[in-house]
């Protein structure tokens, strides 16, 4: 199983409407590294929700539940979309202050890399996260 982190900003996507939804296309990508990130996932893994922009929380753990297939809102582009559906919904928000100050996940790219919305995550700092949410 592999591990991602994606980022939504509420007012664009939220966690509460994914949960009210039951499924969603993670569209929308237009950057190289997070598409191959998109390109990456398999049916089944796990992906942490994050909420940027005035939250910086992670929200909530969503499954892959669609491979990667062309991003329909880019005809004629070579983005990459993905489908989730939500899996749980953490009991504590993790904010980005808690997992800046935990030292289990300073190399995440959440952290080196702040402005990429869809990344990697290794087994053990996915539960590092999840532990915090807890």
């Known amino acids: ?4 982190l994606a980022k939504s ?9 994914f949960l009210k939804e039951k499924k969603c296309s993670w569209d929308g990508v237009r ?7 998109l390109r990456a996932m398999q049916e089944g893994d796990l ?3 994050y909420h940027s922009g005035e939250d910086k929380c992670v929200k909530g753990i969503a499954k892959v539940k669609k491979t990667a297939y062309p991003d329909p809102t880019a005809p ?6 993905v489908d989730l559906v939500p899996v749980a919904t953490l009991k504590n ?4 202050s808690a997992i800046r100050a935990d030292e289990r996940l300073t190399q995440i790219m959440l952290v080196r890399q702040g402005r990429l919305s869809v990344m990697s995550l290794k087994p053990e700092e996915f539960d590092a ?3 915090l949410g807890s």
């Open 47 to 49: 992906m942490l929700f």
């Open 76 to 81: 004629g582009e070579d983005w990459s979309a």
């Open 129 to 131: 996260i999840v532990e």
């Open 93 to 96: 928000a993790v904010p980005l």
């Open 31 to 37: 950057n190289y590294s997070a598409r191959n990130t």
């Open 1 to 4: 199983m592999n591990y991602f």
């Open 9 to 17: 900003e509420p007012q664009t996507y939220s966690w509460e409407r």
